[in-house]
Each structure stands twice: as structure tokens, then as C-alpha cells.
């Protein structure tokens, strides 16, 4: 379960980006975070898979208040947290199979061979079981897109973060794009999806959390608290179950 | 490998700065010429002293061969009879003259100068000679001879041997500061060359010591081939300068070959190097990725 009680957050000496943000993420639930260019997205989810630190605020994360955490604990946190970046953040040196097995790597509790194992399950999971040896810059946008979201999901994190997720791709791969993090929201990872496409948000479903001027204005999933899309249904590709 | 480096995310090759082996093979280079240079200087220094102490020259200048002759025989006499005198040679006039050659020119003998006689005097091993009473007896018996013992000379030796020893040792710990220093700028370089790399596998929740891993790896190799590079040079230079030395006739000069401790640290060169290497390396990513929260 996720908290935010009255969180703040400025850059430097500039203005609040975000003020008195406070909402709750129920284990295995979906959101999608909305609001137009500049109100704070990007800042929130930051605050989510700890690159900042709130200024105010507290936020609670797997049971500890990750504000008060000394720095050198927090790599545990964000090795549970996967991140589609908007830009997808890929290593261009590495192959689609060395980017998508390095949270496993960094994790360590698994020899290669079964590192390897998985991620290409995965990547044939995500329809690139033909390209695990090319390099981001020769595959095509909708193509990173999927590999940045084979390696966010690869350590099976308890929350799962996407910025923009379909930004960069036609509306039908946005639209499978989107199926296959509800998918995964089914396999049981909390899921948070920022986008300013309100018609994709209404195509995700999921609680809507409204951002507006770095105010969090809750719509959707009965008020209050965000809430659980749908209830969670079993796994259903076997072979992405499987691990 | 993959015990040296937790997980690999850097690129390999071309990205990578190829000058700092480079760098820190000349480095190491002179650290070695200054580590050799500080080591023999003490071993042959004192080894040379402590058998320049125990020799003292008699000095007969007289112009007159006969009276030469006779303060000779009156100066060996009176040595001979000392207690801690161990030998005495008079040195034949060939010698004198190949002594003088250098100064004089080849043909001293022939050109009929007075040449001064000399009696070379071994004192005993380990026992201290009052070179005063020596030098009191031998006014009264052989007057006109005169005892030097080096000792100015000695003093001044010493002096001169301290410090180019302080010297050595100097470069060798400025060298070795410098050295620390090209590794922080290249280490410096290679963070802000990866920094999205880096960036990432913070993001992705890998420690700081497994980022660390890679550059400190990079940096063991850099120190490994640039001491190695450094120890062949160096190796190569004292061998030369070793036979230079013998060309020379060596008597005179320290011998400047390889003792053990010098061969010791040379071979220990490379290995220190990257240990170094690798500590700043370490030292220079941990710094940098506090900045991180
Ligand atoms: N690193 C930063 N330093 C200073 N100000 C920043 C920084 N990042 C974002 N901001 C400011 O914070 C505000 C919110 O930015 P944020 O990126 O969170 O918006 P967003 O909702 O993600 O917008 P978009 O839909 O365009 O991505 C903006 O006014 C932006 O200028
Ligand atoms: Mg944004």
C-alpha cells in the first residue's frame, strides 16, 4: 500500500509544483494520473519511484516512511518499483535482452542462465522474441516502448509506474499497449499510468487521479481515495505467470 | 569477471578514454626511476662510505726523491706500529701517474714532475681510529707527511646523499598524488560520458558499490596496464643505465643495479598501481553518487 499525507514539492527556491497531495494506493489497483501539460505529472510519479525526495510531506511505501529513510536504503525501494520512462530510457549500447535483464541483474539472486531464460519469455510475451539481440536505435518507437516495458516489469514489482507510455506510438499500438498494462495490473502490481490523453485514460479504465495546478483533484473510483479498478483476475498467460 | 564487476552497463571500447593507460604509465615510469634511484642511493651510499671510512690516504709531497723516500720508509714504520691499522701499501708511481693521468695528461711520469707519493692505510673493521693521535705521531716521526681521511668529503657525501634521497622519495608521493589526480579527472569524465547510464541504474534501484563495480574495474585495468607498461620501461632504462655504469669503470661510481628491495618494488609496481587505480576510482563514484538521493 502506497500513502501520500500533505506532500510538497518544490525545485530549488522555485514555486510549489505540487501542494497538500495526499491519496492512497490500494495494493493491485490501477490509476491513471491526468492533467494538462505542467500540472505536476511527471514530478508525482518522480516522487514515486524515489528520484526526488517531497519537500513536505510524508510518504508511506511498503510499510516505512521512505521520507525518513537514510539514502543508502532506498535502492531496496526501487528495485520493487518498475518505471516505463516517457522517453524510455534504454541503454543503446546494450540489446533489447541485456536492457531487459538488468533489474535482474542489479537484483542478483538469480544465475544467468535463468535470467536470460526469462527475459526471453518475456520479450516473446511482449512480440519481440525475433529482435532480443538488436539495439534500441534499430528498433522502431513502438518497439523501445515494448522493451522499456519488458524491463519494467521483469523483477515483477509491486508498483508499476508509467509516464506517457504511449506518447511516442500510433493509436493502435497505444491501444495494445494499453491492454498490456491492464494485463499486467490483472497479475496482481499496482499500477499508476500518467497521461494527458484523456481518451486513453478512458480506454485504461482504472481510478482516475486528476492533477490540476499541482492539486490533486480525485475523480473516479467512488470518491475519496482512489480505488481497485476491477478485481484482480488470475494470471492468464501462463508463461508470463510462470515467474 | 563477473565477480570483479557486479553487472555490466557501460559500453565497451572506443567510448572510453585509451590515453589514461598512457598517462599512468609514464607516471609510473618515473615513480619507479624515483622509487629505484631512493633505494639504491641508500644501499650503495652506505656501502660505499662504510669502505671509504675505513681507508685513509698518506700524502708524501717532496720534492726531493731521497727525502721522499725517507719520510716513506719513517711514515710506514710509524702506521705499521699503530694499534687498529690493518694495511698499508705504497701505491707504485705507475699508479700515482694513472691517478693524476686525468688531470696532468698521460705522460706525467715521463715528463719528470715530482710527483707526490702516496700510502694507501686500512684501518680494521669496527674500530674507531683517532685519526688526531695518528696524525700527531706522524708529524713528530715522518714529518712532511699528511694523513687525509676523507672526512670533509664524507660529511659532504652523506649530506648530498640525505638529500637526494628526500628527492626521491618526494616524487615518488608526488607522482603518485598526480597520479590519483589523472584518475579522479578520467573517472570524472567517464561519470559524466554515462551519466544517463548511470542515472538509470540508480533509477532501477542498483546500490551504489554495483555502479561503482564497472568504473572501478576500467580503472584496475587502466593502473594494471599502465604500471605494467611503466615497471618494462623503467626496467629497460636502469638496464641500460647499469651498462653504462660498467662502461664507465665503476669503481668510483654507486653500484646502481638492482638490489632485491628495489626489484621487490619495481615488480610490486604494477599491482600498486592498481590498487590505487581502483581505491581513487572507487572513492570518485561513491563521491558522485551522493549527489544522487
Ligand atoms: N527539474 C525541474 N526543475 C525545476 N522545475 C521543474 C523541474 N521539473 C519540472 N519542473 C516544473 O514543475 C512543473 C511540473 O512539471 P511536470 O514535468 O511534473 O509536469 P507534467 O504534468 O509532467 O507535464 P507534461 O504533461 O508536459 O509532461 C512545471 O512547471 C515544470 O516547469
Ligand atoms: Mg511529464
Redesign the pocket.
Known sequence: MIRFENVGKR??M?AE?LSDISFTLEPGSLHVLT??????????LRLLYLDQRPTRGSVQMFGHDVTRLARRQLPAFRRRIGVVFQDFQLLDHMSALDNVALPLRIAGDLPEERIQGFVRELLSWVGLGDRLNAKPPTLSGGEQQRVAIARAVIGKPDLLLAD?PTGNVDPSMAQRLTRLFVELNRLGTTTVI?T?DLTLAESIGGARMQ?AHGQLLAVGGGGGAPRVAGAPVPPQPADFGGF | MRGLVPVRFLPRGKSRGGLVPWVIAVMMYLCGLAMVAGLSLQGALAGWASGLERKATVQIVEPDPDASRRIQRAALATLRTMPGVEAVRVLPDDEVADLLAPWLGADVAQAGLPVPALIDVTFAPGRRVDMGAVRARLAARAPGAEIDDHARWLGRLYDLSALLQTLSWAVVVLVLVATAAIVVFGTRAGLASQQRAVRIMHLMGAEDRTIAGEFQFQALMDGLKGGLGGTVLCLITLYALSRLVQGIGGGLLPQLGLGGPALLALLALPLFAALLTLITARWTVMRTLDDLV
Open positions: 525545485y530549488g522555485g509544483v492533467g494538462p501539460s505542467g500540472a505536476g505529472k511527471s514530478t508525482l506517457e500518467a494527458h492533477l
